[in-house]
T-cell receptor, first 109, second 118 residues
């Protein structure tokens, strides 16, 4: 079966750095997405990785290792507004998105 | 960037009635739209894939006669929850793919519709 695993909840301090991990087992791979979702709102796109390596975009970076079925989202200089759920999703061989359950990130002052 | 809108943003209806939710791509044409449902503290669950001009493809376990999907144009897909019951109360989110010349792009999400069935 297809499976996406990510921690349920993480806590970090304002100004610090946090890494949210995602491991996956899917039938085929056509890229991995990270989305941010604030409570009661729809997800918003953060990043897309299809090749191994690190993609940096401002305070957010995303890493992918296809051989390990592993990705992480790195958030630097945390701000209170970063408190949200972070969803990892993998596009399988049928170009269908398989979603993780999301990681709720709590930022403390 | 690509914008997807949904209407209504929230709706309360009585058990047994039907509710229609609209999903529009505002600045691009979407040949494919997706309908998701999300229960509190759970991940997105794909309900169906809506293709312009053809029948929707439903995921296993989703009743196509209960959740009617119509993708009448390249910018509009509708989801109708028929004979709604309290267990249908959920957050319904649509998304659209903007594929240009075969290049794969990420899905753009609508703001979601919160449905409460009393």
């Amino acid at each position: 079966g297809q499976n996406i695993d990510q921690p349920t909840e993480m806590t970090a301090t304002e100004g610090a750095i946090v890494q949210i991990n995602c491991t996956y087992q899917t039938s085929g791979f056509n890229g991995l997405f990270w989305y941010q979702q604030h409570a009661g709102e729809a997800p918003t796109f953060l990043s897309y990785n299809v090749l191994d390596g690190l993609e940096e975009k401002g305070r957010f970076s995303s890493f992918l290792s296809r051989s390990k079925g592993y990705s992480y989202l790195l958030l630097k200089e945390l701000q209170m507004k970063d408190s949200a759920s972070y969803l990892c999703a993998v596009m399988d061989s049928n170009y269908q998105l398989i979603w993780g359950a999301g990681t709720k990130l709590i930022i403390k002052p | 960037g690509a914008v997807v809108s949904q209407h209504p943003s929230w709706v309360i209806c009585k058990s047994g009635t039907s509710v229609k939710i609209e999903c529009r791509s505002l600045d691009f044409q979407a040949t494919t739209m997706f309908w998701y449902r999300q229960f509190p503290k759970q991940s997105l669950m794909l309900m169906a894939t809506s293709n312009e001009g053809s029948k929707a493809t439903y995921e296993q376990g989703v009743e196509k006669d209960k959740f009617l999907i119509n993708h009448a144009s390249l910018t509009l897909s509708t989801l109708t929850v028929t004979s709604a019951h309290p267990e249908d109360s959920s957050f319904y989110i649509c998304s659209a793919k903007n594929e240009i010349a075969g290049v794969l792009e990420e899905q753009y999400f609508g703001p979601g519709t919160r449905l409460t069935v009393t």
